[in-house]
């Protein structure tokens, strides 16, 4: 009789349940034959029957194995690491081992990136990095020297010079600071002789030039200045070309290419064949033709002279080693 009606006695109560029908649900009763809707579904699939082969790996007779604990001992009695942590120190180990491996060797590059690597995970020092650090130093201060020499800048080489000699590795670095040295030396000997070149006025440049027919004195002492600079003899023979070049102006002009000259880039028999042709003529034969001529006369035979003694010297340090 609707909502409020009288209760069926033929109906069971939904709390009240029979020995038969909890047999049917009893998880522990699997072997009944009373044929539930659900487990006949269950039959079918590979989610019901807890006795399959494909069970649930967290019921009995399944294949699967249930996963370990990450806090269960291991057959020493001691709880194993996690994996996390395991590739942390091994990610860990490897960076060490390339910081050492990058400081046996000699490439800057190499040792600054394993540095930074080795910083950025804030690993413990141990020595390694200490030891990277000072490597990497020394080597700087080896190619900073190195790269002087190659320059050939009095500048460079004077203050590179000072911070390896200033530097823990001075003794290290006694061969390169000697031979940064004799280029210094060298250096400086160059622009004493070039120095009446180089305040030479326009006007004495412009007298050379001038000439469209000069004397023999004046176009050979000019031949052999430029060949000295790196021009070929046979296309000196004209002084047309002769002209032409010293009509140049900036990076190109004669005050320009003296400026920049280096006699360790003169080979012996170029040297050799300028000795001559100065010795045709008398300094003072030249100086009474040409004030700007005499100048580079003087200038040109100071440089063969030095590339001899240079040579000689070179000759006695390889006797000595």
């Known amino acids: 009789m609707g909502c409020g009606g009288s209760k069926n006695t033929n ?5 009240e349940y029979d ?3 909890y047999d049917a649900y009893s998880p ?3 072997t009944s034959t009373q044929n539930s ?3 006949h579904y269950n039959n079918n699939t590979n989610y ?3 006795n399959s082969n494909t069970g649930s790996p967290y019921r009995s007779g399944g294949t699967q194995t249930s996963p370990v604990s990450k806090y269960a001992l291991n057959n020493n009695g001691s709880a194993d690491e996690f994996p996390e942590a395991n590739d942390k120190q091994g990610y860990k180990r490897r960076i060490r081992n390339d910081l050492i491996r990058a400081t046996s060797g000699s490439k800057i590059e190499d040792i600054e990136k394993n540095i930074e690597k080795f910083e950025k995970n804030h690993m413990e020092d141990c020595g390694d990095l200490t030891r990277a650090k000072e490597r990497l130093q020394y080597l700087k201060l080896k190619r900073d020297l190195r790269d002087a020499i190659r320059r050939s800048n009095a500048g460079v080489l004077e203050r590179t010079i000072a911070e390896a000699e200033n530097s823990r590795y001075a003794g290290q670095l006694r061969p390169q600071i000697e031979a ?3 280029k210094l030396e060298h250096l400086r000997e160059l ?6 070149i180089l305040t030479m006025d326009q006007a004495t440049i412009s007298e050379i030039h001038s000439y469209h027919r000069p004397p023999a004195c004046v176009h050979d002492v000019m031949a052999a200045s430029y060949m000295l600079l790196g021009h070929d003899e046979s296309t000196l023979r004209d002084w047309s070309y002769l002209q032409s070049m010293a009509g140049k102006v900036g990076k190109d002009s004669l005050i320009h290419a003296v400026r920049e000259f280096d006699s360790s880039n003169v080979d012996e028999a170029t040297a050799k064949r300028v000795r001559e042709i100065l010795n045709y003529h008398d300094l003072g034969e030249v100086r009474v033709a040409s004030n700007g001529a ?3 006369h003087v200038w040109a035979s100071n440089i063969v002279d030095k590339i001899d003694k240079d040579r000689e010297e070179e000759n006695k340090r390889r006797q000595q080693t």
């Open 19 to 21: 020995d038969e029908d």
């Open 48 to 50: 019901g029957n807890y």
């Open 294 to 296: 005499a100048t580079f």
């Open 28 to 30: 522990t009763n699997k």
């Open 37 to 39: 809707p659900r487990r």
């Open 180 to 182: 940064a040295e004799r």
């Open 191 to 196: 622009n004493k002789y070039s120095h009446d």
């Open 11 to 15: 109906t069971k109560d939904a709390t």
